[in-house]
């Protein structure tokens, strides 16, 4: 089993910031990759910051939020955070982490998410 508990969501107002965390404990033998996406009320879920291992990595941010959402891990810690500043209110949604994981050594790579935090940004 793996379990990716998120944290850091709450309430702020624009232009502040906030920082989520999602740590990924279990069977977890090795990650591939970490990230983050959100889902507004009405609307699908959409990737907001992605970042791969292995070899150089690399690191995709959504268009809306460049400049102003920074993703980073602690590889020691399977942790992945990401660094929200100037926030404004169509940042608004739920976050969910995702990880692309094996759990074995002989495992294919498997996708696993988080309960999800809220991240409300309103006057």
């Known amino acids: 089993?793996?379990?990716?508990?998120e944290s850091g969501g709450g309430l702020v107002q624009p232009g502040g910031s906030?920082?989520?965390s999602c740590a990924a404990s279990g069977s977890?033998?090795?990650i591939n990759a970490m990230g983050w996406y959100r889902q507004a009320p009405g609307k699908q879920r959409e990737m907001v910051a992605a970042q791969t291992t292995g070899g150089a990595g690399s690191t995709n941010y959504a268009d809306s939020v460049k400049g102003r959402f920074t993703i980073?891990?602690?590889?020691?810690?399977?942790?992945?955070?990401l660094q929200m500043?100037?926030?404004?209110?169509e940042d608004t949604a739920v976050y969910y982490c995702n990880a692309v994981l094996r759990t074995t050594s002989l495992r294919p790579l498997g996708s696993y998410w988080?309960?999800?935090?809220q991240v409300t940004v309103s006057p």
């Open 72 to 81: 980073s891990r602690d590889n020691a810690k399977n942790t992945v955070y």
């Open 28 to 30: 977890v033998f090795s």
């Open 85 to 89: 500043d100037s926030l404004k209110p």
């Open 1 to 5: 089993q793996v379990q990716l508990v």
């Open 114 to 117: 988080g309960q999800g935090t």
């Open 18 to 20: 906030l920082r989520l």
